[in-house]
T-cell receptor, first 113, second 114 residues
Framework: DADVTQTPRNRITKTGKRIMLECSQT?????MYWYRQDPGLGLRLIYY???????NKGEISDGYSVSRQAQAKFSLSLESAIPNQTALYFC????????????FGEGSRLTVL | GENVEQHPSTLSVQEGDSAVIKCTYS??????FPWYKQELGKRPQLIID?????GEKKDQRIAVTLNKTAKHFSLHITETQPEDSAVYFC?????????????FGKGTLLTVNP
């Protein structure tokens, strides 16, 4: 089945380290997103990309960067991780419409010590 | 920007009872309202959505109602079952325009007790 795959699924790192979370999809969707989930705070958009040459900031982009290497790949980087970036991160894709269903990956749990 | 408030944050019901989760939104231009379900340790998945040109939509045991005047929408689950236990997120967005602005509520943890 076509899917959205995230790596790593779990990562523990130290303050100041650079971290990259990777996302790949076989759904053939142009649109890709990175969300952050914290208990009691819901899902918050970090960055999104509508095609390979398009990158847009979401509501909480500070401290993060992204790269859209190909239609199927969208990576999220934390240049210098800090403890309040400890969270569950989800990649998602959707078809080319603003009201398209979001298809989430399984999530990447990041702990920054 | 859009602000989505979701209540309650936790809800516990007995199996077979109904459950209602309510959301309010601030931007009167919002016209698309999806609901996502996230089971424990799983990814969120869309369960139902509604557009502002309709007031109610049903899919088996779940339904969503929308009151545009009051700017609120609700998820209704009837005859709840233990497998309905999950976190539910509402969201709102304006589907037109060049910017993507889907705003999620903070979630409701629903527990269905056998």
């Amino acid at each position: 089945d076509a899917d959205v795959t995230q790596t790593p699924r779990n990562r523990i790192t130290k303050t100041g380290k650079r971290i990259m979370l990777e996302c790949s999809q076989t759904k053939g969707h142009d649109r890709m997103y990175w969300y952050r989930q914290d208990p009691g705070l819901g899902l918050r958009l970090i960055y999104y990309s509508f095609d390979v040459k398009d990158i847009n900031k979401g509501e909480i982009s500070d401290g993060y960067s992204v790269s859209r290497q190909a239609q199927a790949k969208f990576s999220l980087s934390l240049e210098s991780a800090i403890p309040n970036q400890t969270a569950l991160y989800f990649c998602a894709t959707s078809e080319d419409t603003n009201t398209g269903e979001l298809f989430f990956g399984e999530g990447s749990r990041l702990t920054v010590l | 920007g859009e602000n989505v408030e979701q209540h309650p944050s936790t809800l516990s019901v007995q199996e077979g009872d109904s459950a209602v989760i309510k959301c309010t939104y601030s931007d009167s231009a919002s016209n698309y309202f999806p609901w996502y379900k996230q089971e424990l340790g799983k990814r969120p998945q869309l369960i139902i959505d509604i557009r502002s040109n309709v007031g109610e939509k049903k899919d088996q045991r779940i339904a969503v109602t929308l009151n545009k005047t009051a700017k609120h929408f609700s998820l209704h689950i009837t005859e709840t079952q233990p497998e309905d236990s999950a976190v539910y997120f509402c969201a709102a967005m304006m589907s037109g325009g060049s910017n993507y602005k889907l705003t999620f509520g903070k979630g409701t943890l629903l527990t269905v007790n056998p």
